[in-house]
């Protein structure tokens, strides 16, 4: 069963510093990977999808980075604005289906 | 442009009640639907998708049913709700397999609360 673990489960920042979440999965047979971001009481918006070959994607200040040998993906946001602040998800679809495994998220403040 | 809408946004009930959710889709045929529980602190758990009108396929028994009476349409059901049913629900749709790289679009979400 795949397992994805996202790590620190909460990070606070000020406001210009660049962040980095982290997820980690434990099959490597994936199709894609896919961050979101979930604001409090809301639904989840599609910030980014990885295709499994490759290794990178970019939108805007958002990269993503993916290692599908170490079951790693990696989000970065360069220099965090206040209205970065949300739970950040990564979720990776198997080989054979539709069906996502998620994280549980990491929370990220961006102090003015 | 598509979009998904999903409502109530906030529903309390009492246990035993019956319950019913709704989702709606637009800007787009034969999409895949899914409905995910998302418990605090933890991750989204997928409960139902369907790739037509009248599949459903459940991943967790529960007491909660769904249904899909229309192409766009997808329905979460209950006949009596339990307290282990509160919970944020969301709905999501996709384009239909086998575009896989294609990602998953959500609703707002409905907050429900079992008293």
């Known amino acids: 069963k795949q397992e994805v673990t996202q790590i620190p489960a909460a990070l606070s920042v000020p406001e210009g510093e660049n962040l980095v979440l982290n997820c980690s999965f434990t099959d490597s047979a994936i199709y894609n990977l896919q961050w979101f971001r979930q604001d409090p009481g809301k639904g989840l918006t599609s910030l980014l999808l990885i295709q499994s070959s490759q290794r990178e994607q970019t939108s805007g200040r958002l990269n993503a980075s993916l290692d599908k040998s170490s079951g790693r993906s990696t989000l970065y946001i360069a220099a965090s604005q206040p209205g970065d602040s949300a739970t950040y998800l990564c979720a990776v679809s198997p080989s054979n289906d539709y069906k996502l495994s998620f994280g549980a998220g990491t929370t990220v403040t961006v102090r003015a | 442009s598509q979009t998904i809408h999903q409502w109530p946004a906030t529903l309390v009930q009492p246990v035993g009640s019956p319950l019913s959710l709704e989702c709606t889709v637009e800007?787009?045929?034969?999409?895949?639907l899914y409905w995910y529980r998302q418990a605090a602190g933890r991750g989204l758990q997928l409960l139902f998708y369907s790739v037509g009108i009248g599949q459903i396929s459940s991943e967790v028994p529960q007491n909660l049913s769904a249904s899909r009476p229309q192409d766009r349409q997808f329905i979460l059901s209950s006949k009596k709700l339990l307290l282990s049913d509160s919970g944020f629900y969301l709905c999501?749709?996709?384009?239909?397999?086998?575009?896989?790289?294609?990602?998953?679009?959500f609703g707002n979400g409905t907050r429900l609360t079992v008293t």
């Open positions: 800007g787009t045929s034969n999409p895949n």
């Open positions: 999501a749709w996709s384009v239909p397999l086998p575009s896989y790289n294609s990602p998953l679009h």
